[in-house]
């Protein structure tokens, strides 16, 4: 089904290119499913693109809003694209969206309570729970909205997690998994993890450990029957982006590993072995079809 967004965004022609369509807003049938998008990741354009491609996979009409922060002005996008493209964060957006997902930052390194615009994004995730929207955390948003709700901390790591893991699921009958394989892959790219033990506070309050991978940790969790997913990698990527991650800290001289089960004969000449385009398009669409839109009545 098709995904409603910004016709101006660079996004929409770039993704027409590969055969994506993505339609005017103002095209949108009222029924149709409103997403937010809360877009931490500094390369805004690349992200947006990642989102709304694997939006236009799902079963059901998505109209896609991105949203940006009060108290922080991005580094690498001007001032004026976010006027042009963004709406900023307000305590009363909650009522206006059926699902809603925040995204990864690098901040790794950062304390969480040094992070400039920490106030403002704990509100957000007290927002969301408290109206019960459905909500998506992905990289360090999982690890933020998790240590703010549960106070469970990240674990640094000294080399990053860099590659296309496997994972399997933990258990059965969770909804937000129907359909996956026994074995599944999904690009990592963080210099943090959670182990399953680290969960073992949060898991006594309610969270569920969906999914894991031995050597990048925790995967998924979910809390609020699925209401709340915690997603530690980035099934979302385009097939060059750790690529592109990779080069660029090549470039800078930090000495990064070859991502794990990326290139062809591990060979960055080679080029990439997708491998996780078909679970990147169940996990979204079972997220908008079995999650956001039943809960869409129960609100």
Known sequence: MPVYADPTLPAVSDLAAEGVEILPLS???ADALRVGLLNLMPLKEMAETDMLRVLSSTQLPVVLTLVSLRTHVPRHTSPEYMAAHYEPWRD???RGFDGFIVNGAPLERVAFADVSYWPEICGIFDSLRSASVPSLFICWA???AMYHHYGIDKRL????ISGVYPHGVIGSGNRLTEGFDDEFYVPNSRFITWLRSDLDPAVERGVR?????????VYMASAFDDREIYITGHSEYAPMT???EYRRDTERGMNPSVPVNYYRDDSPEAGPVVRWRAHSRLLFANWI???VAPCRGRR
Do not use: H
């Not at 450990?209 to 940790?217: A, C, H, K, R, Y």
């Open 92 to 94: 009363d957006m909650t």
């Open 157 to 160: 790591l000294d080399r990053k």
């Open 242 to 244: 750790l690529d592109f």
């Open 289 to 291: 079809g079995r999650v």
């Open 142 to 144: 999982a690890f933020a």
């Open 27 to 29: 095209d949108a049938p």
């Open 209 to 217: 450990i969906i999914s894991e991978n031995p050597d990048s940790g």
